[in-house]
């Protein structure tokens, strides 16, 4: 479980009634949403929330650094709020769904100094792509 609310308690981040919506349906493992995603959930909490407000909140939580924005292939934006755990994705690339990975070892030393080109690397982001289970059995 993603532990967004509390985070966001901690600093201190005024949570209205929109705002709280939002990060209630962020929070979780293996959540990655894309804002008509959120705004959908949010909408079934309380129906008065805005597309506008779901945008602005997420832009807000980026910005922060709170949650990650997560691109695949061309696809909408998704939203992770697994911002401070160090993770990778594996991504079906049929359909898209996106799970959360922490594979064993040190990435950043995987990569020799002659293939580094001076470069003073400071984080990986690793890709995983095959079939989800679902996708495979269709």
Known sequence: MSDLLERLRGRGWRLT?????????LDGDHVHYT?????????HLLPEISRATVYNT????V?????MEVSTDGRAKRYDPNAHHAHQHLVCSQC????????????????????????????????????CPNCAAG
């Open 96 to 131: 898209g769904t996106i799970r959360d990975v922490h594979p064993s070892g040190d990435l950043l030393a995987e990569l020799p100094p002659e293939e580094r080109f001076g470069f003073q690397v400071a984080a990986v982001e690793v890709t995983y792509r095959g079939l």
């Open 17 to 25: 009634a929109q705002r709280r919506v939002v990060a209630e349906v």
């Open 58 to 61: 997420l832009g807000e939580l």
């Open 63 to 67: 910005s922060l650094g709170e949650i």
């Open 35 to 43: 804002a008509d995603e959120v705004h959908a959930r949010a909408a």
